[in-house]
């Protein structure tokens, strides 16, 4: 009996891994966007349901294949995103922090609402079954091991963006010294479009694997919206590093959790260990105690 | 300066004055839904105006309604009795939260996640202990037969009226209580600079608990009230970052900075949503918050200061003129 419940306990593990990509993934997006414009986007996981509209209805609607379709909902999330960034952020950007964070939190309802008007509130999914993967007696379904290996390149991928290209040292240095850049001739309005964009396009990546393992609706967003906030917080707001293993410890939480209990007690679980660490460590995982 | 004096105490005999007059069901119904939903509003300013923004409140008021409720229905304790201990639990959980919050320093983006935070774990809590709570479907406290003073259950909806009428005002006295205490100009200088005061002598941690603590007492006695007056509560009409949001949201319409702002703030959105909902009938679902949404963010934008906030800053500046 001992050994059947180790295999679950595994599953689990391996599967709070796999989730704890597309979740890392969000958190880069959202500490992205906190790093260089200072901003949090509290209706960050609103555009990720937007993206995974657009997958349902490029691929049950007019037909595309999942990975032509893809492409161009990352497109689409990636344009909201730079929508977003000029028509709401930049008129707040002297404004107090609050009034930009309230802002995005008005765009969150804007966009439930619209979904709700415009694609009712009925649950839909893609109809793509993925199989299912036999690795020791475990259950691994492909959708979360695709997720996680396209999160782990996307991130990836920002990486090297960041590291190899003028416009990502640009960004890199900006979210090192805000005031200086401008002297420096890099032109920060468009640096912050350019970041808008690249947050929007993880969300929209976030979307198109999501929408293989979530059904879609309105309130989508509030399933992985609030745990991502959480995630980039405990990881310290702006730290890449701290997100990414955050995304991951949260993961096992709600992965563990679920195996015990509800999902939602998995959920409960991790927002108290949320907390708790508020306690220990107020400015993020990694962050030195001064 | 006796007509300025006089106008609250004839505002207020016309308002207890009304329902007497004027008892159109509906209504009065739409009157004590704006009034318990302006003390709510008033209770999350409390601590919003000095820059204290809570996205939490939804949990306290998610604390308050089904704390009442749970007690009624399970052990058959009273809601006199029932609202006092939900409000305790509320503002033992604002401590927990806020406590290492002050005292780490977590403000402006960390505060309003942290709290964001709080929000999700009351409405998870609630959604997970479905076999007590009735999960997401809701919740109804047991009816007892008539109008019954010891359940807080009344049929008529002048009594509901007067009651929401009663906690508003008490909710706008605390609203200036705190205006003239010494507390308002240790909490200003907090909000202006945190260091500052804390060198000038303000003990930064102690200050801000107290406004949170009692912004979370007002806040759960709102659900609690509300809870009672409808009969029905659901995880997501009372609490979860909808909530939380919808405080705000109407809290910045009206006015943060004035003490009825968050008042006209409700009424606004309230009357908003009425007509919305009267308007496009069924297919309303979605339209409100739409409507809502582009507007906070509008608001934001051209008019930080709110409707009352922004009248009230035109007409000094046209006296001083």
């Given at each position: 009996m001992t050994d059947i419940f180790d295999i679950y306990l595994l599953e689990a593990m391996v599967n709070g891994i796999l989730l704890g990509g597309v979740l890392a993934l969000l958190a880069l997006g959202l500490n992205l966007i906190f790093g260089v414009i200072d901003v949090t986007w509290i209706c960050y996981a609103e555009l990720v349901m937007i993206g995974m509209y657009g997958m349902y209805y490029m691929v049950q609607v007019f037909g595309l294949p999942y990975y032509v379709a893809a492409p161009f909902a990352i497109l689409l999330v990636a344009g909201l995103g730079a929508l977003l960034h000029l028509l709401v952020i930049a008129p707040l950007l002297t404004a107090p922090p609050i009034n930009q964070l309230l802002a995005t939190g008005g765009v969150l309802f804007v966009l439930q609402s619209f979904a709700t008007v415009a694609f009712g509130i009925d649950f839909r999914n893609l109809g793509i079954r993925m199989p299912v993967l036999k690795l020791f007696e475990m259950h691994l379904s492909y959708s979360r091991l695709l997720a996680f290996a396209a999160a782990l390149i996307g991130m990836l991928l920002v990486y090297f963006f960041m590291k190899r290209t003028y416009i990502g040292t640009a960004i890199r240095a900006i979210s090192q010294d805000r005031q200086i850049m401008a002297l420096m001739g890099v032109d920060t309005r468009r640096i912050y479009l350019i970041t808008s964009a690249l947050g929007g396009a993880l969300a929209g990546l976030a979307a198109c694997l999501l929408v293989l393992q979530y059904d879609i609706h309105p309130?989508?967003?509030?399933s992985f919206g609030p745990i991502t906030f959480l995630i980039v917080v405990l990881g310290g707001l702006g730290n890449f590093v701290g997100g990414f293993v955050a995304a991951f410890v949260f993961a096992e939480i709600i992965s563990l959790g679920g195996l015990f209990s509800d999902l939602e007690w998995g959920y409960v679980l991790a927002f108290a260990f949320f907390i708790v660490m508020m306690f220990i460590r107020p400015a993020g995982l990694l962050a030195r105690r001064s | 300066m006796t007509a300025k004096q006089s106008l609250p105490w004839i505002a207020g005999a016309a308002l207890i004055a009304l329902p007497f007059v004027y008892r159109e069901p509906y209504h009065l119904h739409i009157l004590i839904l704006i009034l318990i939903w302006s003390f709510a509003y008033t209770s999350w300013s409390m601590m919003g105006r000095f820059g204290l923004v809570s996205l939490g409140h939804g949990g306290f008021m998610g604390v308050g309604a089904y704390v009442t409720a749970l007690l009624w229905n399970?052990?058959?304790?009273?809601p006199w009795i029932g609202i006092p201990i939900a409000m305790v639990a509320a503002a033992i959980l604002a401590m927990i939260v806020a406590y290492p919050c002050f005292r780490f320093r977590i403000t402006g983006h960390y505060f309003v996640l942290v709290t964001l935070a709080l929000s999700g774990i009351v409405l998870q809590v609630i959604t997970a202990t479905r076999d007590y709570t009735g999960g997401s479907l809701g919740y109804t406290p047991d009816r007892t037969k008539g109008s019954q003073i010891w359940a807080l259950q009344?049929?008529?909806?002048v009594t509901w009226y007067l009651i929401a009428l009663g906690v508003w005002a008490v909710g706008l006295a605390i609203w200036k209580w705190v205006d003239r205490s010494m507390d308002r100009y240790a909490l200003e200088a907090i909000s202006e600079d945190e260091d500052a005061a804390a060198a000038a002598g303000v003990n930064v941690t102690w200050e801000k608990l107290k406004i949170t603590v009692i912004s979370a007492l007002m806040t759960a006695l709102a659900g609690a009230l509300y809870c009672q007056y409808q009969m029905f509560i659901s995880p997501d009409t009372v609490s979860g970052i909808a909530v939380s949001l919808q405080m705000v949201f109407a809290v910045i319409v009206g006015g943060l900075y004035v003490s009825l702002g968050p008042t006209v703030g409700a009424v606004i959105t309230i009357l908003l949503a009425e007509i919305l909902r009267i308007g496009f009938g069924t297919k309303a679902v979605g339209w409100d918050n739409l409507v809502y949404g582009v507007l906070l963010v509008l608001f934001i934008i051209f008019l930080p200061k709110g409707i009352l906030g922004s009248i009230i800053d035109r007409v000094k500046t046209l006296r001083k003129a």
């Amino acid at each position: 009996m001992t050994d059947i419940f180790d295999i679950y306990l595994l599953e689990a593990m391996v599967n709070g891994i796999l989730l704890g990509g597309v979740l890392a993934l969000l958190a880069l997006g959202l500490n992205l966007i906190f790093g260089v414009i200072d901003v949090t986007w509290i209706c960050y996981a609103e555009l990720v349901m937007i993206g995974m509209y657009g997958m349902y209805y490029m691929v049950q609607v007019f037909g595309l294949p999942y990975y032509v379709a893809a492409p161009f909902a990352i497109l689409l999330v990636a344009g909201l995103g730079a929508l977003l960034h000029l028509l709401v952020i930049a008129p707040l950007l002297t404004a107090p922090p609050i009034n930009q964070l309230l802002a995005t939190g008005g765009v969150l309802f804007v966009l439930q609402s619209f979904a709700t008007v415009a694609f009712g509130i009925d649950f839909r999914n893609l109809g793509i079954r993925m199989p299912v993967l036999k690795l020791f007696e475990m259950h691994l379904s492909y959708s979360r091991l695709l997720a996680f290996a396209a999160a782990l390149i996307g991130m990836l991928l920002v990486y090297f963006f960041m590291k190899r290209t003028y416009i990502g040292t640009a960004i890199r240095a900006i979210s090192q010294d805000r005031q200086i850049m401008a002297l420096m001739g890099v032109d920060t309005r468009r640096i912050y479009l350019i970041t808008s964009a690249l947050g929007g396009a993880l969300a929209g990546l976030a979307a198109c694997l999501l929408v293989l393992q979530y059904d879609i609706h309105p309130f989508v967003g509030l399933s992985f919206g609030p745990i991502t906030f959480l995630i980039v917080v405990l990881g310290g707001l702006g730290n890449f590093v701290g997100g990414f293993v955050a995304a991951f410890v949260f993961a096992e939480i709600i992965s563990l959790g679920g195996l015990f209990s509800d999902l939602e007690w998995g959920y409960v679980l991790a927002f108290a260990f949320f907390i708790v660490m508020m306690f220990i460590r107020p400015a993020g995982l990694l962050a030195r105690r001064s | 300066m006796t007509a300025k004096q006089s106008l609250p105490w004839i505002a207020g005999a016309a308002l207890i004055a009304l329902p007497f007059v004027y008892r159109e069901p509906y209504h009065l119904h739409i009157l004590i839904l704006i009034l318990i939903w302006s003390f709510a509003y008033t209770s999350w300013s409390m601590m919003g105006r000095f820059g204290l923004v809570s996205l939490g409140h939804g949990g306290f008021m998610g604390v308050g309604a089904y704390v009442t409720a749970l007690l009624w229905n399970h052990l058959g304790v009273s809601p006199w009795i029932g609202i006092p201990i939900a409000m305790v639990a509320a503002a033992i959980l604002a401590m927990i939260v806020a406590y290492p919050c002050f005292r780490f320093r977590i403000t402006g983006h960390y505060f309003v996640l942290v709290t964001l935070a709080l929000s999700g774990i009351v409405l998870q809590v609630i959604t997970a202990t479905r076999d007590y709570t009735g999960g997401s479907l809701g919740y109804t406290p047991d009816r007892t037969k008539g109008s019954q003073i010891w359940a807080l259950q009344f049929d008529d909806k002048v009594t509901w009226y007067l009651i929401a009428l009663g906690v508003w005002a008490v909710g706008l006295a605390i609203w200036k209580w705190v205006d003239r205490s010494m507390d308002r100009y240790a909490l200003e200088a907090i909000s202006e600079d945190e260091d500052a005061a804390a060198a000038a002598g303000v003990n930064v941690t102690w200050e801000k608990l107290k406004i949170t603590v009692i912004s979370a007492l007002m806040t759960a006695l709102a659900g609690a009230l509300y809870c009672q007056y409808q009969m029905f509560i659901s995880p997501d009409t009372v609490s979860g970052i909808a909530v939380s949001l919808q405080m705000v949201f109407a809290v910045i319409v009206g006015g943060l900075y004035v003490s009825l702002g968050p008042t006209v703030g409700a009424v606004i959105t309230i009357l908003l949503a009425e007509i919305l909902r009267i308007g496009f009938g069924t297919k309303a679902v979605g339209w409100d918050n739409l409507v809502y949404g582009v507007l906070l963010v509008l608001f934001i934008i051209f008019l930080p200061k709110g409707i009352l906030g922004s009248i009230i800053d035109r007409v000094k500046t046209l006296r001083k003129a």
